[in-house]
Each structure stands twice: as C-alpha cells, then as structure tokens.
C-alpha cells in the first residue's frame, strides 16, 4: 500500500526550506482550491469535544455539472506514446457518455522528490512549491481518476513513481470519497498486469477504486498486439467508469481494505503527538476511528436470528452425530425390503441379486473370488468377484476362484432366507467348500441381507 514509511531524516523542513533557498510555508492546512475540496471542508466537519466525536460525516458522491475524468500520464512520451494513446482510446466512449477527459502529463510538469521528512504528515501539506499539489487537487475535485503508465524496469516510470511519493500527505489520510477510477498500463511484453494493480491499488490516495484495468502489449510506438482488442477493452471499460459514476457505484469491501484500516489508524494514532500529528486530525475529524464502517462507508448487515432454535439445532446436530457413531457404516444403502436378495426367486437370481447386499466396509483390501457350482433344481456355475472395495457377479466359472461352494440350489437359497442354518448345513455336508474356508466365515460380514 502507500506512504507507510515512518519518515527517517532527524532534520526538519526548516532546514530543507533553507537550504533550498525557500521562504518557509505556513503551517496552516492550505485552504481549498477546488469545488470538491471546498464542499469536502464545508460538509465535513466533525466536532471533536474532550477527545469524542460527535459527529462525522462522509462525502456522498455527486456528479459535478461539467463531469471531468482527470487521467494522470505517466509516461515520458507525453502526447505520443502508448499509454497516451490507450488513454486517448478511451476519450470517445467517454464524451459519449458526457464526460471530459483531461490528460495531466507527468513529463512535462515540475515535480521534485519526495524528502522523506514528514513534514506533510504533521503539518498537512508538502513545502515543496511545485507542480505537484495542483495536480493532486485536480485529482480530488474529478468525478473519476485515471492513472497511466508504462512499465519500466517492472514497475511504474520514475515519474510515475516520484508523483505518487509526493503523495504522502494523502496517503495517511483516506479521502471522504470513493470514486471510480481506471487503471492503465503498457508494457513490451513483461509486467503490465502487476503494474496495472499496483496503480488500482494506489488510487485509494486520492480517493478512489479501480472499476477495471486497461492494459497491453507494445513493444514500439502504436506497435499493439492486437489493436482492435485494446480499443474495444477500452471502450468498455471507458462505459463502464461512466456508469459506474453515474450510478455511484461501490464493490464489496476487501481484505486489503481492513488490513489499509488496521495498519493505517494504528500506526497514525502511535504517532499522533509527532510526526503524524496532522494525519490523525484528520482521523479524528473524519470519524475513522469510529470503526471499519465508518472507515469504507458501508455498514455490516446484522440478520436476525433466534438464539434459542441455534441452540436447538446444534443440539440436534451432536445427537445425531453421536447415533452415527454408534451405528456401524453402512457401504452400501439398504435396499428396499423388496428389492434384497432375499426376495430372490431360485438360487441364479439370488446369486446376481448378491452384489446388492455387499457390505465394502467389511472387505476392506480383500481380493477374492468365491465361486458357486450350483445344482439340482438349477444346474450352472457362477462367481463373485470381490475387488477393490466392491463385488460383482459373473456367469460362469473363474481361472482361479479363491473359494468354490458347491451346493444344490434349494439349499442356498433356504440359507440365504435364514430358512436353514448355514453352519448347521455345512457340518451335515448339505453344500461342500473347496480353498480357503477363511473365505467362507466371513460370508455372513460381506453380505447383508
Ligand atoms: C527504461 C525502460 C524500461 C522498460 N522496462 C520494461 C519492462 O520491465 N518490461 C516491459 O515489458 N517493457 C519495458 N519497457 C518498454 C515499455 O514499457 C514499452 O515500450 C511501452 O510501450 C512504452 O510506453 P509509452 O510509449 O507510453 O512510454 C521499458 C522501456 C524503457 C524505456
């Protein structure tokens, strides 16, 4: 985010104002130069009695009557470069639907570094007396904000840069607005979605949110890769600002603006009797400290609810969490009475009908095959295959069963009714087991049902 630094320099604005030959400025908050910045100080005043606020009041957005996007140009190719002509693009959408577009080069202005000193931060504005301020102002007073550049070194231009570092003042000082703005921004090949975002990052300075981001690839002069893509992404885009004014358009809030929040009013209230003395002026003057509500201007939607039927529900949900424990898990669901095994007309049907029942938590990694050699009534051989946490049924008999239950048919199909008992049957050698008998035991587990 922007202007976190603690400024480091131990020397003081007198001595850069000396030095630079400067008739020091007046530590008064400059009064406003613009309409918004006007009405902004004429309809924003909180009263701050014994340290409470008692009243604080936010910016609505309004449309002023000649409706101006301001656009700052980052680039050194002032009225011929790409990013000149991606912001140009978006002129004519732009008139149509009744705005200006006032281009600000950086290039051609005076802006000096930033000192890092911190003086606007305690006194509420830079003393350096160049271009800078007025720029700024321009960008408070527009119906919405565009910020440009092309990328350098993966970054923004160093004019771009020392723009936005000369913007520290504003910075710690959230804006009573949040308009709409535009991010722009070309690159050769390499860093353009990542620069674009820093710069919809940075418009919150000057009060603003990014709708959207234009961005392209251009390595020469008017060289776009595809031209007509980044007109008409312009021309959306363009639009969409416009409607976005218009209609006084807001986003969700966002991690990044509670983290802005919390970083910002701590680190202003810590230095509130220094460095950040204006800073947190205008903290207490805004109501910020207030809360995060008040912070984003949108309030947190508190439903209803009726604690006695949550307490009810939760309840209800650690009985029934507790019966499922108790209860074995079922792999397979419970077949309708009349659709189990056992309702099974001969033994070839109660075969096929086997797989139905198969309980795969039982079987855990067993691979087997038990093979069925049924006669009398009904005279074939089947098998079941069990693998991989499942069991089908197969004519015919395996290459390699694991188990083979030889058995007429009457008298598997009075077991599987729980007419006859299967061990009782087995000892009588009413069916006989050939392989593992292992297998066998554990038949009444696989099949339920
Ligand atoms: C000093 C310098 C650094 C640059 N760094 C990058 C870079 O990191 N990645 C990239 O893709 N292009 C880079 N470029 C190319 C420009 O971003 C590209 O030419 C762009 O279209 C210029 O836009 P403009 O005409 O609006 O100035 C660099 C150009 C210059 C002069």
Redesign the pocket.
């Known amino acids: 985010m922007v202007g976190l630094g603690v400024p480091v320099t131990k020397y003081y604005p007198d001595y850069y104002q000396r030095r630079l030959g400067l008739t020091p400025v007046s530590e008064e908050t400059a009064s406003p130069k613009t309409v918004n910045e006007a009405h902004y100080h004429a309809n924003n005043q909180a009263f701050v009695k014994n340290n409470q606020i008692t009243h604080s009041k936010m910016e609505e957005p309004k449309m002023s009557e000649n409706p101006t996007i301001v656009a700052v140009?980052g680039?050194?190719?002032a009225g011929?470069?790409?990013?000149?002509?991606?912001i140009e693009m978006l002129r004519g959408p732009l008139s149509e639907e009744g705005f200006n577009l006032e281009m600000i080069y950086l290039s051609e202005k005076e802006i000096n570094y930033c000192y890092g000193c911190g003086f606007c931060m305690e006194k509420g504005k830079c003393w350096i007396e160049d271009d800078h301020r007025g720029i700024v102002n321009k960008l408070l007073s527009a119906d919405g904000i565009i910020l440009g550049?092309?990328?350098?070194?993966?970054?923004v231009?160093g004019q771009m840069k020392t723009f936005l570092d000369r913007s520290l003042a504003y910075g710690h000082k959230p804006r009573p607005t949040w308009k709409p703005g535009l991010a722009v921004c070309?690159?050769?090949?390499?860093?353009?979605t990542q620069t674009a975002e820093y710069l919809a990052g940075v418009l919150r300075v000057y009060g603003a949110f990014a709708v959207g981001r234009l961005t392209a690839?251009?390595?020469?002069?008017g060289?776009f890769v595809g031209l007509e893509a980044v007109k008409a992404q312009a021309n959306d885009l363009a639009r969409d600002l416009a409607r976005a004014i218009k209609e006084k358009r807001r986003y969700p809030a966002t991690d990044m603006d509670v983290r802005f929040y919390q970083f910002m009013g701590d680190l202003v209230k810590n230095y509130k009797d220094g460095v950040m003395k204006h800073d947190y002026k205008h903290w207490l003057e805004q109501g910020l400290y207030d809360g995060f509500e008040s912070y984003i201007q949108q309030t947190t939607t508190r439903p209803q609810y009726n604690p006695k039927a949550r307490d009810a529900w939760i309840k209800e949900l650690i009985a029934s969490h507790k019966k499922k424990k108790k209860t074995k898990p079922m792999a397979t669901p419970a077949q309708p009475a009349d659709q189990g095994p056992q309702t099974a007309k001969n033994c070839a049907e109660l075969l096929q009908m086997m797989p139905l029942g198969f309980n795969a938590a039982e079987s855990n990694d067993l691979e087997a095959i038990y093979q069925f050699e049924v006669s009398g009534e009904e005279s074939f051989t089947a098998h079941l295959k069990i693998s991989e946490g499942a069991c089908t049924y197969h004519d015919g008999p395996a290459k390699s069963p694991s188990v083979t239950i030889k058995t007429p048919a009457n008298v598997w199909l009075a077991m599987a009714k729980g007419e006859l008992d299967g061990q009782q049957a087995f000892m009588n050698g009413q069916y006989k087991v050939e392989g593992d008998l292992n297998l066998l035991l554990r038949l009444k587990s696989l099949f339920s049902g």
């Not at 011929?80 to 991606?86: A, E, I, K």
């Open positions: 140009n680039s050194p190719h011929v470069g790409n990013t000149t002509m991606m550049s092309p990328v350098y070194f993966l970054h231009t070309v690159s050769a090949g390499f860093g353009e690839l251009a390595a020469g002069p060289n």
